[in-house]
């Protein structure tokens, strides 16, 4: 009984915790994607403006790792049991795909556009027992920067 | 909705340009389709309930995508990219992502 | 090529399902499944064991946890009531019974065929009659091969749970309450059948059940709270419960319950 007593705190810990945290994190991710909107972002090879000299090219890159609560981890036990969506975990990749976009965004300052973009997803820590409790997610592309128009 | 893994629509020309659009899915099978799968690496072969708890998963991120796209008020995703990874034990993760176009 | 800023659903890739519903009806659903499997385990647990050839125990030597590092000796008025109490029931092999040095107030039917007193239930009782019934209970257990149920199911869960759950403890420990759930309905219900048992070997051997309740009246006087708790969780029935089932047996029965010959408990055992 007492075994079990913890592990409910534990999971009201982690939910609670975990939901704040997560809020937070969505409020600064819609915000800064606003910010960066104006930065075409494709998965394509070349760029938009065909007709424009292009100065400069770097590659851009960003990178997160996020873990998941404990109640979220208890959740997608239970549901991979029962089989189905684990909904618990897709906020989860959702997040850090879109942390580590901006994080590239952030990185190509003063670029007109991210040609080619690939994102990668991993699994870094495999928890106790294969449980995997954080993601790895890393997004890169090519910024590319136009000659400024002179007349 | 059409979707392609090149950078155009062969045939038609792109006129309008949104940005990245993806879906994802986190997908588990019951605890019975682990055994099963299993047993079966044992003998070896194809892990019938995982290709088509892989394939449900592709499917579904595949609409998610598309509804990104349809938000946006695209006609068509180019450069599609797939990629899978294990977010959980016995939970497949699908991400798919590609460049939402309007095309004429 | 035009590039028109403009920020997709991003509402699609995440499901509206709130994590604490979706919580709540996977614990429900996995709890009901779990107590499921232990009410179908009992089934085929039980055909199983009626099955089993008499000396398919005397092949398992097992030694139980709770009882290593526990002093015990062989008692001579308790082998003797053991003795005849057997006569009365249809096992073979009469059990051999040990006092088990142990101020706690109980007794166990062992796999080796052994029968251990704890001395903390010898000194609750004060009448023959009553430590007749408990011996006459263990007996039961014997006769209806309980404690090879117990210990199958222990092993088909211990697989089943490896199986399912991995070395997951997690999930081992929320699911937790709806195992012990599981487990205390069968137990229970093998506890008042070896009860039943044992009344009918009780009237054999005295020719009237009188004093059958001792032990269950004395544990009721002390009023303790551990006897007070939820029932539903316990691996015993609750002993005003039990002592209530009793009367009603002797009364279907037509077993004599109110003779007031009770014999005191043997010279040896109550110093």
């Known amino acids: 009984m007492v075994q079990l007593s913890i592990l409910f705190g534990l999971i009201v810990i982690g939910y609670v915790f975990g939901r704040i945290a997560e809020n937070n994190h969505y409020k600064s991710i819609t915000q800064r994607e606003e910010v960066y909107l104006r930065l075409p972002c494709t998965t394509n090879k070349l760029p938009l403006q065909t007709e424009r000299k292009i100065l400069r090219s770097e590659m851009v890159r960003g990178d997160v790792v996020i873990s998941v609560d404990y109640f979220k981890r208890i959740v997608a036990g239970l549901r991979a049991l029962v089989g189905g969506n684990v909904t618990t975990y897709e906020t989860l990749v959702d997040r850090a795909r879109r942390e580590a976009i901006l994080r590239m965004k952030e990185r190509a300052r003063g670029a007109d556009e991210i040609v080619n973009l690939r994102i990668e997803t991993s699994s870094v820590f495999k928890g106790q027992q294969g449980q995997v409790g954080s993601v790895e997610v890393i997004a890169y592309g090519t910024a590319v920067f136009y000659r400024a128009v002179l007349d | ?104 | 090529m035009n590039y028109t800023p403009k920020q997709p659903d991003n509402g699609v890739n995440v499901s509206q399902v709130h994590p604490l519903k979706d919580f709540t009806t996977l614990l429900a659903g996995v709890t009901v499944f779990v107590v499921f499997v232990y009410w179908v385990l009992g089934f085929t647990i039980d055909i199983v064991v009626d099955h089993l050839p008499d000396d398919f125990e005397t092949s398992i030597e097992l030694v139980d946890s709770r009882l290593v590092g526990m002093e015990t000796q062989a008692s001579e008025p308790l082998q003797a009531l053991v003795n005849q109490l057997s006569k009365c029931s249809s096992i073979t092999k009469t059990p051999q019974v040990f006092l088990a040095e142990n101020p706690e107030a109980n007794a166990v039917a062992l796999p080796n065929n052994q029968i251990w007193v704890y001395q903390g239930l010898i000194d609750k009782l004060e009448t023959e009659n009553g430590l007749a019934f408990v011996l006459a209970h263990e007996i039961s257990h014997f006769q209806n091969k309980d404690h090879l149920r117990a210990m199958g199911r222990g092993l088909v869960l211990a697989g089943v749970s490896a199986l399912l759950l991995g070395s997951n403890s997690d999930l081992t420990n929320i699911l937790t309450p709806g195992s012990i759930i599981g487990e205390a309905n069968y137990s229970q219900a093998r506890e008042s059948a070896a009860d039943a048992e044992a009344l009918s070997i009780l009237h054999c051997h005295y020719d009237h059940v009188a004093g059958a309740s001792e032990f269950f009246n004395a544990m009721l006087k002390e009023d303790r709270q551990d006897f007070r708790d939820v029932h539903l969780l316990s691996s015993h029935p609750n002993p005003e419960k039990r002592v209530a089932e009793l009367e009603q047996i002797a009364e279907e029965k037509g077993f004599n319950s109110l003779t007031k010959e009770l014999k005191p408990l043997p010279e040896l055992l109550s110093q």
């Open chain 2, 1 to 104: 909705m059409i979707l392609t893994n090149i950078e155009t629509v062969p045939g038609k020309s792109i006129v309008e340009c949104y940005g990245v659009v993806s879906g994802s899915t986190v997908r588990a099978k019951h605890a019975g389709r682990d055994i099963m799968a299993g047993l079966k690496n044992l003998v070896g072969g194809e892990l019938v309930g995982y290709t088509e708890l892989l394939s449900e998963s592709r499917d579904e991120a595949i609409e998610r995508t598309q509804q990104q796209a349809r938000s946006m008020g695209a006609n068509a995703i180019v450069n599609v990219r797939f990629s899978t990874s294990s977010v959980a034990a016995g939970a497949s993760e699908i991400y798919v992502y590609g460049t939402a176009v309007t095309v004429e």
